[in-house]
T-cell receptor, first 109, second 113 residues
Framework: RKEVEQDPGPFNVPEGATVAFNCTYS??????FFWYRQDCRKEPKLLMS???SGNEDGRFTAQLNRASQYISLLIRDSKLSDSATYLC??????????FGPGTRLSVLP | EADIYQTPRYLVIGTGKKITLECSQT?????MYWYQQDPGMELHLIHY???????EKGDLSSESTVSRIRTEHFPLTLESARPSHTSQYLC????????????FGSGTQLSVL
């Protein structure tokens, strides 16, 4: 079983749709959590950190449930430019970042 | 904006050549990493470093080697390139500590003919 698992994609949604991505992690000692976005043939870029209280950045909302070891990302009013692969990343202090396999999103006109 | 730079951006080279991929960061990060990624596939950690004179192998076995003589510089070397080394190589860096974020360079796309 992978340390970090994500919804298998791809997700194909129309513009304006709301889309939710799910991620689970197996290491209960994980301390920090992130969503990264990666465009085709580009480097991953930090989208947002994820906090226990939940956090929002514009159309993006991230939630963390430590008890269930579950992270989510919600994108509202999706745009064509949101098309990318979304990577769930967890980290334990003193260890390396662990990446999920990614979920690909295509927003269609 | 991340201040981490990789050169070259693209490299096409013949089998058997020695190559060095450069990576530098100006953020004062102590930890640096090299990842390998094929198109549409997952990232694989091949090397990392905790600081100067520290180098460790990652989760994926690689024939490449790395060095960390200066904090800001973490080059990756392939002594004899082969077609199986064709891939994208991504350098990244972070501070050590909880809640520290990982920043990536733009990557080097290596093609070995």
């Amino acid at each position: 079983r992978k340390e970090v698992e994500q919804d298998p994609g791809p997700f194909n949604v129309p513009e304006g749709a709301t889309v939710a991505f799910n991620c689970t992690y197996s290491n209960s000692a994980s301390q920090s959590f992130f969503w990264y976005r990666q465009d085709c043939r580009k480097e991953p870029k930090l989208l947002m950190s994820v906090y226990s209280s939940g956090n929002e950045d514009g159309r993006f909302t991230a939630q963390l449930n430590r008890a269930s070891q579950y992270i989510s990302l919600l994108i509202r009013d999706s745009k064509l430019s949101d098309s990318a692969t979304y990577l769930c990343v967890v980290n334990v202090y003193g260890q390396n970042f662990v990446f999920g396999p990614g979920t690909r999103l295509s927003v269609l006109p | 904006e991340a201040d981490i730079y990789q050169t070259p951006r693209y490299l096409v080279i013949g089998t058997g050549k020695k190559i060095t991929l450069e990576c530098s960061q100006t953020m004062g990060h102590d930890k640096m990493y090299w990842y390998q990624q094929d198109p549409g596939m997952e990232l694989h950690l091949i090397h990392y470093s905790y600081g100067v004179n520290s180098t460790e192998k990652g989760d994926l076995s690689s024939e490449s080697t790395v060095s960390r003589i200066r904090t800001e510089h973490f080059p990756l070397t392939l002594e004899s390139a082969r077609p199986s080394h064709t891939s994208q190589y991504l350098c990244a860096s972070s501070f050590q500590g909880s809640n520290e974020k990982l920043f990536f360079g733009s990557g080097t796309q290596l093609s070995v003919l």
